[in-house]
């Protein structure tokens, strides 16, 4: 079993619960930067059913629902009944939500948010990390629950600690260079794209190097 995860970061915050300009322009940047590659590169249709799914996020009420980590998995599992092949994760915090409402909007796609995608080891540790919840979701993953693309909203910080847990130690300061760097220390939102391969019980991740969105 394979997947494919674009794990991006957030826009720079504004006013309270908005982002800044700078960070509304960076996530427009990223939305089309994703869009393109999703339908040009990877030739993913996200044409042909976008009435669909516009008409379901707008009058089906479910969907307001799946804002609760404790329903993560129920909103996983319906999104990918709503479209199989790609879903967004996201974390909770105004910034990540914020950026991420750009995309979902593009996409006509829910967001499953479960808080821990864009936390750390160093922000209030007892509500979990983005690794747990990557470790969570992805046992799940299986034949039936399988979408070939997983886009990830998270933050720089929670993305750079789960990074170190996945590549050498002299391959790390070049990811984190590079991360820090694409989103012009965190103003911008950043792209990391990273294989993802399960069999049975093993998983393996393969990191390809970020660019900016």
Known sequence: MKSLFLFYTQGEAGAPHYLSRTGEQGAETLTETIF????????????????????????????????????FLE????????FSELII???????????????????????CVDERIDRHSLLKPELGTLQEALTDFTQH????LNPALVL????????????????????????EKILKMSSENDIIPSVLIAGFEKEGENIRWILDMPNNA
């Open 36 to 71: 393109s590659f999703l339908t040009e590169s990877l030739h993913l249709d996200l044409k042909s059913t976008l009435d669909e799914r516009i008409n379901s996020l707008n009058e089906d009420v479910k969907w307001r629902s799946f804002k609760d980590k404790s329903l």
């Open 75 to 82: 909103a996983v599992k319906t999104s990918v009944n709503l």
């Open 89 to 111: 994760i996201s974390g909770s915090d105004d910034r990540t939500l914020k950026t991420t409402e750009f995309l979902a909007k593009k996409l006509a796609l829910p967001a």
């Open 141 to 144: 993953l299986n034949e039936d």
């Open 152 to 175: 990830v909203g998270t933050s720089l910080n929670a993305l750079l600690e789960w990074v170190k847990m996945q590549v050498p130690n002299n391959t790390h300061e070049d990811f």
